[in-house]
């Protein structure tokens, strides 16, 4: 005969397992959770990134805007096949050019050096500049070797590659040297506070300023021409599509009176430094807010002379773009 368990005594078997059961799940709870606190408190060394071209050589050109490291046994031997200027970075063991960086006179004639042998691959950056990946095969007895080339258009250089096949210089090698090459900002260094200037309202052959400020006084007269760039107004851009930046700079001059005339200068990358090449004059008294320069385009963001306005006090907002034509500065 089956004897029933009392009421009391099943109630209280069921909260006796269900506190084992919690105190079991809590000790399992706390355990692990100072197995995650010991874990995090443990320190595990760093993983070192070791640098394979720190001791390769830099080759640095001013003149021509770039720098790339390369490795130690390879010789440079720059040269200007057909007036085009070339860095050859050769292997002397095999007397072969590993790789080499020619730079063009424009876009247009880069793009023609290149045939309709080359296979091209988009969606390139070097050093933030969109690069075509270019690559053409050619067969040498039994053997077929790669070129690849790498054409950055907007700085009108090439960087060509010869195949790995052909020198000790391994694959690997060579994409490292692409990683290394960095384009340099000439015009850091670029110090248009004394540089040297033409003044077209005066007809001035050319005025040197020293430390922004140029000043000649009229024979018997205390007055004289005085020029200066107006509120350090200086844009850099490329203005004539040679790859490399240029300064459009505004001047403010006066000849003595009460006219302060202010003139746009441009100021070309000639190997590296600024040198003038024309200029044209914005009018007497108007304030320029800003300059830019984009894909070549200089745009003025300027307050002129409106109907009825005093030369002192122009009011009239106006936007000027200007470009190089022929070397010299047209209003678009």
């Known amino acids: 005969m089956n004897r ?4 009391t005594i099943a109630i209280s078997i069921v ?10 799940i809590y000790w399992r709870y706390f355990s ?18 070791i640098d ?38 050769s292997d002397p063991t095999i007397g072969r050019v590993v790789f080499s960086v020619s730079i063009f006179p424009n876009s247009s004639s880069l793009s023609a050096s290149y045939g309709s042998d080359w296979q091209g691959q988009g969606g390139l950056f070097i050093d933030g500049h969109q690069a075509s990946k270019l690559i053409a095969s050619s067969q040498l007895e039994s053997k077929i070797f790669t070129s690849t080339s790498y054409l950055i258009i907007d700085k009108n250089i090439s960087i060509d590659f010869e195949d790995s096949n052909y020198s000790k210089i391994s694959q690997e090698e060579l994409d490292q040297i692409l990683s290394t090459f960095r384009f340099l900002d000439e015009t850091a260094n670029w110090d248009l506070n004394n540089a040297e200037y033409r003044i077209v309202e ?29 509120k350090n107004k200086i844009a850099f851009g490329d203005l004539n599509s040679d790859g490399k930046k240029d300064a459009a700079v ?3 001059t006066n000849g003595g009176g009460s006219g302060f005339f202010r003139e746009l200068a441009i100021m070309l990358n ?56 022929m070397d010299q500065l047209v209003e678009i």
């Open 32 to 49: 692990f959770q100072q197995e995650l606190s010991s874990q995090s408190d443990m320190v595990f060394p760093e993983k070192k990134t």
């Open 250 to 252: 505004i001047l403010d």
């Open 15 to 24: 909260l006796i397992s269900a506190i084992l059961a919690g105190g079991f």
């Open 202 to 230: 005066y007809d001035q052959p050319t005025v040197k300023l020293e430390n922004g400020y140029y000043f000649k006084q009229y024979p018997d007269s205390a007055s004289g021409l005085e020029v200066s760039i107006y």
């Open 52 to 89: 394979e071209t720190a001791n390769w050589q830099i080759y640095s050109n001013e003149e021509y805007g770039f720098e790339v490291k390369y490795p130690l046994d390879l010789e440079i031997i720059e040269t200007k096949p057909a007036g085009l200027p070339t860095v050859n970075f």
């Open 270 to 325: 000639e190997g590296g430094k600024p040198i003038y090449l024309t200029s044209v004059a914005l009018g007497d008294r108007v304030i320029i807010n800003s300059i830019d320069i984009e894909l070549g385009i200089i745009t003025l963001d300027m307050i002129v002379q409106g109907p009825g306005d005093a030369f002192c006090c122009p009011t009239l907002k106006q936007t000027n773009k200007f470009k190089l034509s």
């Open 4 to 7: 029933k368990i009392p009421t």
